[in-house]
């Protein structure tokens, strides 16, 4: 059997102006020649974290700064078995975060290299859904989205909560 390859990524979402999530993916080309659609991900480095990891591999694939990723959850692990690539078999598992972006979307952009050819800045919930090919991909982001509404919600709570002592 194949060495597994060890990754980690990020889900990133961030807030439009009427306070709806938006998601951040990458548009690349897969090594099938398809377009694809995906997560900023890679490999973790000897000693390094999956934490820390994700955060290097998303600062480094769409150019933002540590400072501005918050790592609110871990949301889950992608497997990719024995898929035929033009490198051979690969052998892959991919640990998600769930990771809010706090700086500004349209400074987000893509590093020339590995594929990738442009970024998705404000697409909601729906609209990834359908742009994800992978189904363990699209369940992530999935439960990420319920994530963070039921987070909006206790917010919500707690702030009429604090406004009815005020």
Not at 40 to 62: N, S, Y
Not at 91 to 105: A, E, H, N, Q, R
């Amino acid at each position: 059997m194949a060495e597994i390859v060890k990754s980690a990524g990020g889900i990133i979402y961030f807030f439009d102006e009427e306070g709806e999530p938006k998601f951040l993916l990458i548009k690349r080309h897969a090594l099938s020649g398809k377009m694809e659609r995906v997560a900023p991900k890679g490999k973790i480095q000897k000693g390094e974290t999956e934490k820390e990891a994700a955060l290097r591999e998303i600062g480094e694939e769409i150019w933002v700064q540590k400072q501005h990723l918050i790592i609110k959850s871990l949301l889950g692990t992608t497997s990719l078995r024995s898929s035929e690539t033009q490198k051979g078999h690969l052998d892959k598992d991919v640990t998600y975060f769930l990771i809010k972006y706090t700086g500004d979307p349209s400074l987000i952009k893509i590093i020339e290299g590995e594929g990738y050819i442009g970024i998705y800045k404000r697409m909601d919930i729906q609209q990834i859904i359908n742009l994800i090919f992978y189904e363990d991909l699209r369940e992530l982001i999935r439960k990420a989205y319920f994530l963070i509404k039921e987070e909006q919600k206790n917010q919500s709570v707690k702030q009429s909560f604090i406004d009815q002592l005020g």
